[in-house]
């Protein structure tokens, strides 16, 4: 410190402000008399460390973060003493209903698979091909439909009424099924020549009819899950 005149050092003090934790120094001089003429320019030499520019932002920024980390774990924790049991019931229902949704849509994309097998059946007339083939889509068919009724038979559990709804949803893919298997004995028979095409075109077309008619209402039972 280099002043203009002659003056007493005091004992120097620290100032804090907000977001400060080091406070600040406040140099202290003591002078007696002091005349308007006094008012003069000095010098004072310090020392700064730049790190602690970043100081008050950092503050900031952590008491943010962790403010808003507290709220995140306190709406994510379960103060209730008891558990709440229909909204235990109602979240298993609703996690076994999304996958039964996926599995019935397996189960449909497997109609395709059908589909598929069947009119390259016709085409080729490629027996061993067309069982082999048909037997393991028949043995995907198997796995999904026991996953199916084994959820079926959880939600009666937790949600009687979309189990209500299944056991109508069920007794339509038996039919369906059954409509399935018959449209392949019709492929069959014509391809080994026990049914002229005429006739076959005339059943195997009832039959598409029927199957779609009751995959749209398969479908909307779906959707009411």
Request: glycine letters at 4%.
């Amino acid at each position: 410190m280099e002043l203009p005149f002659e003056a007493t050092s005091g004992q120097n003090r620290l100032h804090f402000t907000y977001l400060d934790t080091f406070g600040r120094p406040v140099v202290v001089y003591h002078k007696n008399n002091l005349v308007e003429q006094h008012i003069q320019e000095f010098e004072l030499e310090y020392r700064f460390n730049k790190i602690l520019l970043l100081q008050e932002p950092l503050l900031l920024v952590g008491a943010l973060y962790l403010m808003f980390l507290a709220v995140i774990v306190y709406v994510r924790m379960d103060f209730s003493i008891t558990k709440d049991a229909v909204q235990e019931a109602r979240l298993r229902a609703a996690g076994l209903v999304e996958e039964l949704l996926g599995l019935l849509e397996h189960r449909r994309r497997l109609y395709d698979s059908y589909n598929d097998v069947v009119n390259k059946y016709k085409s080729s007339k490629e027996s061993a091909a067309f069982m082999n083939a048909r037997k393991k889509i028949d043995s995907d068919y198997r796995g999904v439909s026991s996953k199916i009724a084994e959820r079926q038979t959880a939600l009666a559990n937790d949600q009687p009424e979309s189990a209500d709804k299944m056991v109508d949803l069920q007794r339509k893919e038996s039919d369906l099924k059954r409509l399935m298997e018959d449209a392949i004995t019709l492929a069959q028979k014509v391809v080994d020549g026990k049914m002229n095409k005429q006739s076959y075109v005339e059943s195997d077309e009832a039959n598409a009819t029927k199957r779609e008619k009751l995959s749209q209402e398969i479908e909307s039972i779906q959707e009411s899950l």
